[in-house]
């Protein structure tokens, strides 16, 4: 689907596909690229089928109360195809689209997720995504607003994602789970093995239910 999207959009491999249309010169450009790749995700989603274990995770998360964030670069219509025909009766807040900017790999859209769990700590000083409440801090709405990292001070609170787990297949969730400060898992497949490696993941599973045994035995 990449791949196609890049094509469409006559830019290399190795050019992010939503920095190229943000940089497009006239709003117009942007639109139209912008239509061009959701036409591509509409197509894509008609075939869309569940990942293996992905039924006994969600069970075993629900049965646990375990608080579940959707961070992702698609547009709201996969997502909610996605939730509707594979994951009816489970609970995501929030979701966090491609219309939350800036996007993965960038870290503030997995801070947002800890900020509005309320898992927030005392900043020492570093970039951060400050609580909802501090002082001259104006949030963004998680949805379509520009909700970056900021200079914080001392003592500032500001999201915490050390208690959160990003899941994905790529190299933007890796590193925006890793820039988070959450723990990476790579959901290996033929595409992004080389990933497995990378400093940016933690640990590595095949299936999606694999994740249950590294959190019943403390892995991650």
């Known amino acids: 689907m990449f791949s196609e999207m890049r094509s469409t959009l006559g830019i290399p491999r190795s050019r992010d596909i ?8 006239t709003p117009t450009q942007q639109h139209e690229a912008m239509e ?3 036409s591509i995700e509409r197509t894509a989603m008609v075939n869309q089928v569940a990942q ?3 039924e006994r995770l969600m069970a075993y998360l629900d049965s646990h109360n375990i608080r579940k964030g959707i961070c992702t670069r ?4 996969p997502v909610h195809n996605l939730l509707s025909k594979f994951l009816e009766g489970s609970h995501f807040h ?3 689209t491609r219309d939350f900017r800036p996007p993965k790999p960038d870290p503030a859209g997995i801070l947002h997720i800890a900020r509005s769990w309320g898992l927030v700590h005392p900043s020492h000083g570093e970039a951060g995504l400050p609580d909802a409440g501090s002082e001259g801090h104006q949030p963004a709405s998680g949805q379509a607003g520009l909700d970056q990292l900021v200079e914080t001070r001392a003592g500032e609170s500001v ?4 208690g959160l787990i990003m899941v994905g297949d790529s ?3 890796m590193t925006a789970g890793h820039r988070a400060g959450a723990k990476t ?3 290996v497949n033929d595409v992004n093995r080389e990933l497995v490696d990378h400093e940016h993941t933690d640990a590595v599973i095949s299936r999606l239910d694999e994740l249950i045994e590294l959190l019943e035995n403390g892995l991650i």
């Not at 939503?18 to 010169?25: A, G, K």
């Not at 698609?74 to 219509?77: E, L, M, R």
Request: proline residues 10%; negative net charge; hydrophobic residues 50%.
């Open 18 to 25: 939503l920095e190229h249309v943000y940089s497009l010169p």
């Open 36 to 38: 061009a790749i959701r």
């Open 52 to 54: 293996p274990g992905l």
């Open 74 to 77: 698609n547009f709201d219509a």
């Open 94 to 96: 929030p979701i966090v």
């Open 159 to 162: 999201a915490d994602a050390s």
């Open 171 to 173: 190299i933007d969730d």
């Open 185 to 187: 898992v790579l959901l």
